[in-house]
């Protein structure tokens, strides 16, 4: 295998014309330039240049590699400043996939501050809710996922722990969940309600998850909750409990974007809470960029 090492001191022979002359330009002793020439010229194959006297000429072959030589030091040349910048965080990308809530209150902070710390680094941003925010990740389709679960409620998903043994998982927020009335509904002024309070009410439920995950609190609390709507839309699962439709348990951060027109947010007792987390891959979590940006969703949620 030809090492660029090696092109350079042959580049350097062929413009002194002698390995001593070479040896001053590269900085290294004559010696040191003849070892690195007998090496490319075994790593070749062939003789690339012919010593008479004091003369030195190239062979057709090392011509030929030094007509090459240019090209390839110049583009890795230009390689390594790339990844000197990526390195560095001047250049680079993140590709970001984010559930709905987490896209509208967590990553707006998060997008900010990256882009004020390192301008040049680009990320992107896609909306998917787990699991299928971990697929893509998987995939090679995203660097990081910003994902949640149920962690106190294990029946309510149980591959949530497997799905996430093998990657890298950075805490942000533990979310409670809030539930939300009717504002005309006998417990819109107390505060608090337990579940065992809404036992009789028609629920509009959220995402799958969500979704699953109130079956299992409600059946844990000694009913069935009786689900009339569901929709991944929170502002949808507001609206339908503003005018009077039902009941939900929302995470807390679905309300910091939504105004809840004709609906009032009571405490829901025993507290239950979903965990926030960013995800990445094991090799990712060493990428600049990708650790910058995973810091900067882990400070969001002190906003």
Request: aromatic share 4%; proline share 7%; hydrophobic share 45%.
């Amino acid at each position: 295998m030809i090492e660029a090492r090696h092109l350079r001191v042959l580049r350097a022979v062929a413009q002194t014309g002698s390995f001593s002359a070479a040896a001053r330009e590269l900085g290294c002793t004559q010696p040191a330039v003849s070892q690195q020439m007998k090496a490319l010229e075994q790593s070749a194959g062939t003789p690339l240049l012919v010593r008479t006297g004091r003369e030195m000429r190239l062979t057709q072959a090392g011509q030929a590699l030094v007509r090459h030589a240019a090209g390839i030091l110049a583009g890795l040349t230009a390689a390594e400043d790339e990844v000197a910048a990526i390195a560095g965080l001047r250049a680079g990308r993140v590709r970001l996939v984010s559930f709905p809530s987490g896209s509208s209150t967590l990553v707006p902070t998060a997008l900010a501050r990256m882009r004020a710390a390192h301008p040049g680094v680009r990320v992107s941003l896609d909306e998917a809710e787990p699991p299928r925010s971990i697929e893509l990740l998987r995939n090679g389709d995203c660097e990081i996922a910003l994902a949640f679960r149920y962690p106190e409620v294990p029946g309510a998903d149980p591959s949530a722990g497997a799905e996430w043994a093998d990657l890298v998982v950075r805490p942000v927020l533990s979310d409670r969940l809030i539930g939300l009335v009717p504002d005309g509904h006998r417990l819109a002024r107390a505060g608090t309600a337990r579940f065992t309070d809404l036992a009789d009410e028609p629920w509009i439920a959220g995402c799958p998850r969500c979704r699953t995950h109130l079956v299992e609190v409600c059946e844990r609390a000694g009913f069935t909750p009786r689900i009339d709507f569901a929709t991944d839309d929170y502002p949808a699962v507001i609206g339908l409990v503003g005018v009077g439709l039902g009941v939900a348990a929302l995470p807390e951060l679905t309300l910091e974007s939504v105004r809840p027109k004709g609906a009032t947010a009571v405490r829901m007792e025993p507290a239950v809470h979903r965990e926030i987390v960013a995800l990445t891959l094991p090799d990712l979590a060493h990428v600049p960029a990708v650790a910058a940006m995973l810091d900067q969703l882990a400070r969001a949620a002190g906003r």
